[in-house]
């Protein structure tokens, strides 16, 4: 299979039939060797019936209909491990996205023999609080994350197949790929692309601040070591303030009682968050260690006889037993 083209249905019903009719267009011009597939994410309306229609008139749509609303990511890692092409090509079919950026992609990938191509918006589309909302979301994210991650990224993206097989090595459950992308590492280039407003988002405000909930504590321990460093500095604050106070006792000088108070409710404040912050991270070193993330990814080993892509490290026996052709389901 040359090519896989992979995307999720949710509240698509009115986009899908373009979407296919442009997509397969697309891909036409590439081979004729590609699928279509589509994950339904437990839509509430009549997608699944058009892509079940749309898969009675073409062999190559492939649709997987979940039992349930997963959420967008994980109906995106669901619909890669489908995939079986040599290339990969994720986007999502509202058409916000052009389906036309598929050719604009691969034109790039075979120019610069990237191992992804992705496209970033060049501005943010939507209102003024889209707009702000979400270059917050990404300023906070990369503050905070271990991995910085391009802003204003879409979904759409061109993978080769030794960089899907290997994405697909992360098999925690709260799933943010905006850092896993930047954390699956390999040539990645970006395209600066028009992303167009179709109207009311289905990621609500509280969907956005889910996410970059999910989205810190999955990819940053740094929240944790802040609360450390505040804790160590009330502490080392409220030490300072007990030895001047002893000290003017010492002179004569007399204190108030509630100054005794104060300092010693901030000494103790700090002794708590500190104490806090300590064993948060411990905390995270174990949520860190829990997530089976494979420690390194081998690009190639060159033997001399032949090259062996999807390689990873030995001591990882937990995903040894996957071969590169293997079906990940997540």
Known sequence: MKL?????????????????????????????????????????????????ALRQRDARVVVVDLSRNFGHHKAIMTGLAFAQGDLVYLTDCDLEEEPELLGLFYAVMDRTKAEMVFGVQKSRKGDLWEQVSGALFWRLFNLLS???????????????????TNFLQHAEQTVFLGGLWALNGFRQIPVEVTKRAKGNS??????????????????????????????????LGALGATGLLAARGLWGVEQPVWSWLLVSLWLVGGLVLT????????????????????????RHVYDGEATHDGIIAADLPLHASFGINSRFIF
């Open 4 to 52: 896989s083209i992979v995307t999720t249905l949710y509240y698509s019903a009115p986009y899908l039939e373009e979407f296919y009719t442009r997509i397969q267009a697309e891909a036409t011009k590439i081979t004729d060797d590609y699928e279509i597939v589509l994950v339904n994410d437990g839509s509430p309306d009549a997608v699944l019936d058009v892509a079940l």
């Open 146 to 164: 271990s991995h910085t991650a391009a802003p204003n990224q879409l979904t759409s993206r061109l993978m080769v197949r030794n960089y899907v």
């Open 202 to 235: 289905t990621y609500t405000l509280g969907k956005k601040v889910a996410q970059l909930v999910d989205a810190v504590t999955a990819f940053s321990a740094r929240p944790l070591t802040l609360i450390l460093g505040l804790g160590a500095l009330i502490t």
């Open 275 to 298: 104490s806090v912050g300590l064993v948060g991270v411990y905390v995270a070193r174990i949520f860190t260690e829990v997530k089976q993330r494979p420690r390194t990814i081998i």
